[in-house]
T-cell receptor, first 115, second 117 residues
Framework: NAGVTQTPKFQVLKTGQSMTLQCAQD?????MYWYRQDPGMGLRLIYY???????DKGEVPNGYNVSRLNKREFSLRLESAAPSQTSVYFC??????????????FGQGTRLTVV | AQKITQTQPGMFVQEKEAVTLDCTYD???????LFWYKQPSSGEMIFLIY??????QNATEGRYSLNFQKARKSANLVISASQLGDSAMYFC??????????????FGAGTQVVVTP
């Protein structure tokens, strides 16, 4: 049972470098999400994809781009990393985003440090 | 505007005691869902319990129960008979039914619980 798989688990970047966080789910879910977690702020939504082929901004999209490559995969790209993007990033998926009772399943998280 | 408020940043509780974690929310929707997640020190997010806005009874899952007071817009998590393994960060989250929200889960800031022997 893989569930939601994120890679990498840890990453250190220099300011200005770019990188892509990968996420894949094997539960045939329609909706996928990227969150960032910072101390004292809970999880904040960066981008989400309600279904294959659609993406939309969340609360904190600046400095990020996403691609919903297919139903399984949803990647998050940092084009020019900044220290403010130091955070723990979580990918999540849920069966059908518009239904209120569907829980989200989370990946293990990526701890990103930008120096 | 913050939609989910968890006012207790941290709590200590003795083993075998019950603990209540507060959560208030803000929505104008009639249809919404409330969730609690646990995040142990290892970092993964574990779903605990769900309450729908139209559910007449409070949700229960083993030692977890949800004290849902719709008029007060509160959804407090009660953990009975605390165990050392309950030490973790706990997050309250809400999903609104409106299509414009597309089922996004919105989280509170979390409450850190430490269970002591």
């Amino acid at each position: 049972n893989a569930g939601v798989t994120q890679t990498p688990k840890f990453q250190v970047l220099k300011t200005g470098q770019s990188m892509t966080l990968q996420c894949a789910q094997d539960m045939n879910h329609n909706s996928m999400y990227w969150y960032r977690q910072d101390p004292g702020m809970g999880l904040r939504l960066i981008y989400y994809s309600a279904s294959e082929g659609t993406t939309d901004k969340g609360e904190v999209p600046n400095g990020y781009n996403v691609s919903r490559l297919n139903k399984r995969e949803f990647s998050l790209r940092l084009e020019s990393a900044a220290p403010s993007q130091t955070s723990v990033y979580f990918c999540a998926s849920s069966e059908q985003g518009a239904r209120i009772n569907t829980e989200a399943f989370f990946g293990q998280g990526t701890r990103l440090t930008v120096v | 505007a913050q939609k989910i408020t968890q006012t207790q940043p941290g709590m200590f509780v003795q083993e075998k005691e019950a603990v209540t974690l507060d959560c208030t929310y803000d929505t104008s929707d009639q249809s919404y869902g409330l969730f609690w997640y646990k995040q142990p020190s290892s970092g993964e997010m574990i779903f605990l319990i769900y309450q729908g806005s139209y559910d007449e009874q409070n949700a229960t899952e083993g030692r977890y129960s949800l004290n849902f007071q719709k008029a007060r817009k509160s959804a407090n998590l009660v953990i009975s008979a605390s165990q050392l393994g309950d030490s973790a960060m706990y997050f309250c989250a809400m999903r609104e039914a409106r299509i414009i929200s597309w089922g996004k889960l919105q989280f509170g800031a979390g409450t850190q619980v430490v269970v002591t022997p």
